[in-house]
């Protein structure tokens, strides 16, 4: 750019949140430019593809039950390919399956007599689920705020259960082992999961951010410009100046924080995602698999080609294996995540091949207590508005969400300049 620029707005980030906030700008006929640093759009979400295989940046799924998605997308035009709603617990060298009574009532009585928990526990776990999906979300979030952990425990659920079954998966949800996340953020996350169907597109996660793009006039999206400074009415990049009467900051939060020093930093938690090939499957159906002899080394493991035959070439299973925090790729971390796999699916996996190491230690924002109700201000003063799933809930959801009503603070605010 050899002059600078002047639009009404700029989209600082082409992440889930800046493309949502776009799509409503444009909607409503506001002139807006949103500048990108990487070679893509997308942030978080995105798919690698090598040599037939797809890569998912660590394994993500998308939620039907998100409201925001099918305001933005034709969920259908995705071409999804769906997990079981269920999922099964190794413990004691068998495999025991529980499945949502919500979408599979037929599996009801299967569930109850599972080998992991008692009963009870699974009883009062198809209430805590019930209740979270058809309770109005506003109620769920008046309730007092606490742990996730002492949510769970709150519903009376034992130990056995929360150890076997709950922790390990929703570790895997949140990146926390711990669950001290928020139980605000916890009922909104059995909410989506009792609502809806859990998958990813054909082709790889990145088929999400794509399709939110698609209504959007390409020469708007500037990509492959890193923004330098932001200040009330400029933007500097590494393109030129761009001049404006709002800024929205919708990068990750830790880029958010440098650009905006008055943002607190934000704390995040990691996440590693092991994608191995196997000639073949080691399990036939496409379900998630937990640890529930408290391992705690692989939080969750799925034959991901088992729902999406796309994702690995002709004859080929991509197994893919999520672990809490960061683990830096090596022979002796290798070899412990095989032993794991070998035991959490029975069958041998000396012959399986390790195809990429996904590290992603910003995988998703902590959502300690306090959290209220979710959302926390986006107006900054003076033009200046942040967007993300930091400032609303850690999730896609949470991100198209917080973009969405951050581009509407924007629109209030430019037509309260408008009409001095």
């Known amino acids: 750019m050899s002059q600078p620029v002047e639009v009404d707005v700029v989209i600082v980030g082409g992440g889930l949140a800046g493309l949502s906030a776009a799509r409503r700008l444009d909607r409503a006929g506001v002139e807006w430019l949103l500048v990108e640093a990487s070679d893509r759009i997308g942030g978080r979400v995105a798919t690698d593809v090598v040599d037939g295989w797809h ?30 709603s269920g999922v099964l617990v ?23 007599n599972a080998g992991v928990g008692t009963l009870s526990d699974r009883l009062k776990f198809a209430a805590l689920a019930t209740r979270c999906a058809t309770v109005p979300a506003a109620k769920l979030l008046d309730a007092r705020e606490m742990t996730a952990q002492e949510m769970l425990r709150k519903a009376g659920l034992s130990h056995r259960m929360i150890e076997e079954v709950l922790r390990p998966f929703f570790s895997g949800v949140f990146g926390d082992r711990s669950l001290e996340t928020s139980s605000h953020v916890l009922a909104m996350v059995l909410r989506s999961f009792a609502r809806g169907k859990i998958g990813v597109p054909a082709a790889g996660m990145a088929a999400l951010p794509a399709a939110i793009a ?22 500097v990049t590494e393109a030129g100046e761009l ?13 958010a924080s440098e650009l905006l020093p008055q943002l607190p930093k934000v704390d995040m938690h990691g996440l590693t995602t092991f994608y191995f090939g ?8 496409p379900t998630l698999i937990l640890d529930g002899d ?12 088992n729902a999406a035959p796309e994702y690995a070439p002709t004859g080929k299973s991509l197994i893919a294996a999520s672990v809490v925090g960061v683990s830096a790729p090596s022979s002796a971390s290798e070899t412990v995540i095989r032993v794991e796999l070998s035991r959490l699916y029975g ?64 629109l209030s605010w430019l037509g309260t300049r408008v009409s001095v």
């Not at 408290?294 to 080609?305: L, P």
Request: proline content about 9%; some cysteine.
């Open 214 to 235: 698609g209504p959007l006039p390409y020469p708007q999206l500037l990509i492959g410009a890193r923004t330098l400074e932001v200040t009330p009415r400029v933007v």
């Open 347 to 410: 069958v041998p996996t000396d012959d399986w091949d390790l195809l990429e190491v996904v590290n992603i230690p910003e995988a998703l924002p902590a959502a300690r207590v306090p959290q209220a109700q979710l959302r926390k201000p986006v107006d900054l003063g003076e033009g200046l508005f942040v967007a993300g799933d930091h400032r609303d809930s850690p999730s896609i959801q949470g991100a198209l969400a917080g973009g969405w009503r951050t581009a509407g603070a924007v």
């Open 243 to 255: 001049h404006c009467r709002a800024v929205i900051v919708a990068t990750d939060p830790s880029t």
């Open 90 to 112: 190794r413990r004691g060298g068998e495999l025991h399956r529980l499945e949502n009574p919500l979408r599979e009532p037929m599996s009801a009585a299967q569930t109850l």
């Open 294 to 305: 408290r391992r705690e080394i692989i939080a969750n493991t799925v034959v991901v080609s």
């Open 55 to 84: 890569f998912d940046r660590g394994f993500q799924v998308l939620n039907t039950a998100y409201p925001r998605v099918p305001a933005l997308v034709d969920v259908d035009a995705l071409d999804m390919r769906y997990f079981t």
């Open 278 to 285: 196997a000639d073949r499957a080691p399990i036939d159906e």
